[in-house]
T-cell receptor, first 115, second 112 residues
Framework: GAGVSQSPSNKVTEKGKDVELRCDPISGHTALYWYRQSLGQGLEFLIYFQGNSAPDKSGLPSDRFSAERTGGSVSTLTIQRTQQEDSAVYLC?????????????FGPGTRLTVL | GENVEQHPSTLSVQEGDSAVIKCTYSDSASNYFPWYKQELGKRPQLIIDIRSNVGEKKDQRIAVTLNKTAKHFSLHITETQPEDSAVYFCAPKGRGYNKLIFGAGTRLAVHP
């Protein structure tokens, strides 16, 4: 079946502009995660959704970052007033959401460049 | 929060040799221990995982061993091939929910 998809694959924006990144999880997966990966670095957790609620937002770096999920499926990560340090690859992952099936499946990522 | 460390940060081996990467974690409540492989420009992909009630798991040339007492688990790759060259991340499951805490990664280079 279809895997996790993300759009756009690349986004170039100017400092101060807002951007929206989209994630389509695997059908039926109730858990959805956003991570950020800077060049040559590991993955930094941003936020976790279970259904439409976000029980863990602890990784969001500032109040310029927000995310929502509607209908228990698609999620949007919004970055307001982008800064150059926001440049990174933003990865989305989904998992079935039960405690015995922890495997996370990643999307291809959105490469964000803030000029 | 959970502290996760991987060693070594880079590893260079000859084709056919074995490679071992170690991951140490701090949260004694962690109960799920995956390893992800990320090739250049690609997404991370799960290659093997282990749960806390098991000490070792093998899948062809790949194995993971877990020492819960010492709070570390290791990735073992035997008979390495050039296509094993990638960055490998450990990502033990942190306290609460399903959050994975990723290590900084180990860059493995397999030379023909």
């Amino acid at each position: 079946g279809a895997g996790v998809s993300q759009s756009p694959s690349n986004k170039v924006t100017e400092k101060g502009k807002d951007v929206e990144l989209r994630c389509d999880p695997i059908s039926g997966h109730t858990a959805l995660y956003w991570y950020r990966q800077s060049l040559g670095q590991g993955l930094e957790f941003l936020i976790y959704f279970q259904g439409n609620s976000a029980p863990d937002k602890s990784g969001l770096p500032s109040d310029r970052f927000s995310a929502e999920r509607t209908g228990g499926s698609v999620s949007t990560l919004t970055i307001q007033r982008t800064q150059q340090e926001d440049s990174a690859v933003y990865l989305c992952a989904s998992s079935p959401g039960t405690t015995t099936t922890d495997t996370q499946y990643f999307g291809p990522g959105t490469r964000l460049t803030v000029l | 929060g959970e502290n996760v460390e991987q060693h070594p940060s880079t590893l260079s081996v000859q084709e056919g040799d074995s490679a071992v990467i170690k991951c140490t974690y701090s949260d004694s409540a962690s109960n799920y221990f995956p390893w992800y492989k990320q090739e250049l420009g690609k997404r991370p992909q799960l290659i093997i995982d282990i749960r806390s009630n098991v000490g070792e798991k093998k899948d062809q040339r790949i194995a993971v061993t877990l020492n819960k007492t010492a709070k570390h688990f290791s990735l073992h790759i035997t008979e390495t091939q050039p296509e094993d060259s990638a960055v490998y991340f450990c990502a033990p499951k942190g306290r609460g929910y399903n959050k994975l805490i990723f290590g900084a990664g180990t860059r493995l280079a397999v030379h023909p």
